[in-house]
Nanobody, 122 residues
């Protein structure tokens, strides 16, 4: 598994953006994939996850604003982020789970990408 996250940048509060996480080695289609984020001075936190068959999990802080999806043919998982707030500013990382399912626990993820920075300006 080799993950590459992309799509970060500067976004205005209330705006939208989409992150992508691509597995260039095409070996994670049967695994759950999650998005986490880490803001400066804070611990890494769970954002969203998706199972191999499309079941989703969300953190309460992003539910109804963010949507996770995956395109198996493209080996890519997306995180559509809307109604962005300044507190969404963080480095966003994607990770592949050890199992076919998504999880809120970072310990259950085996492979991690390098992350992409999202900055929300107010």
């Amino acid at each position: 598994v080799q993950l590459q996250a992309s799509g970060g940048g500067l976004v205005q509060a209330g705006g939208s953006t989409r992150l992508s996480c691509t597995d260039s080695r095409r070996t994670s289609s049967n695994n759950g994939v999650g998005w986490f984020r880490q803001a400066p001075g804070k611990e890494r936190e769970f954002v969203a996850a998706i199972s191999w068959r499309g079941e989703t999990l969300y953190a309460d802080s992003v539910k109804d604003r963010f949507t996770i999806s995956r395109d198996i043919a493209k080996n890519t998982v997306y995180l559509q982020m809307s109604e962005l707030k300044s507190e969404d500013t963080a480095v966003y990382l994607c990770a592949v789970n050890r199992s076919p399912y998504g999880s809120r626990s970072s310990d259950s993820y085996r492979y991690w990408g390098r992350g992409t920075l999202v900055t929300v300006s107010s």
